[in-house]
């Protein structure tokens, strides 16, 4: 069985020479995502009650990106010890292959009803907006990022979701 640790080191090996939109270690932008996102289903768990992991959140979230952005794949997490669950959560959040609009893709996320799922994007969204990632013309990305962020929010809610 996978834990946190062994995401993490996952992550910083399929990661590794990455930097983010603000010029720091990529994997910065995953342990930010990570700890939002548990913090998100811990509510969602102590608070909502519902039916939730937090730790499998808090792995999903740091690998969330491992599958777009490098070469590694399923059957590597797989291989790794990831669970379903986990696994099943990164295949949401990853691009497609397919060239799709990213309303769609966060349509997909929501239609989904995964609730780890759209607290992930939720909490990848939100560190998105952070003005230390946003691009001096990216006032189009910011836009987007917000819309998600409440389209995203609105669905968590209609899921039980009480957090922010």
């Given amino acids: 069985m ?64 491992v599958l777009e952005d490098t070469p590694r794949t399923a059957v590597d997490l797989r291989a790794a010890g990831f669970g379903p669950e986990i ?24 239609d989904s009803g995964n609730l780890s799922a759209i607290l992930i994007k939720m909490s990848d969204n939100e560190d998105n907006l952070s003005p230390d990632r946003t691009l001096p013309d990216g006032a189009w990305l910011k836009e987007r990022y917000a819309t998600s962020f409440a389209r995203l929010t609105e669905a968590a809610r209609a899921l039980g979701y009480t957090g922010r």
Avoid at 21 to 28: A, D, F, L, S, V
Avoid at 30 to 53: C, S, T, Y
Avoid at 90 to 97: D, E, G, I, Q, S
């Fill in 87 to 110: 696994i099943e959560m990164v295949t949401l959040l990853t691009k497609p292959a397919a060239r799709t609009a990213y309303s769609e893709r966060i349509k997909q996320v929501i």
């Fill in 2 to 65: 996978s834990n946190i640790f062994d995401a993490h080191s996952f992550a910083i090996t399929a990661h590794a020479g990455q930097i983010d939109k603000g010029g720091q270690p990529y994997i910065r932008h995953l342990e930010r995502v990570a700890n939002a996102a548990v913090a998100r289903a811990g509510h969602a768990r102590a608070i909502d009650r519902l039916p939730i992991d937090p730790m499998s959140v808090m792995q999903a979230a740091i690998l969330h990106d």
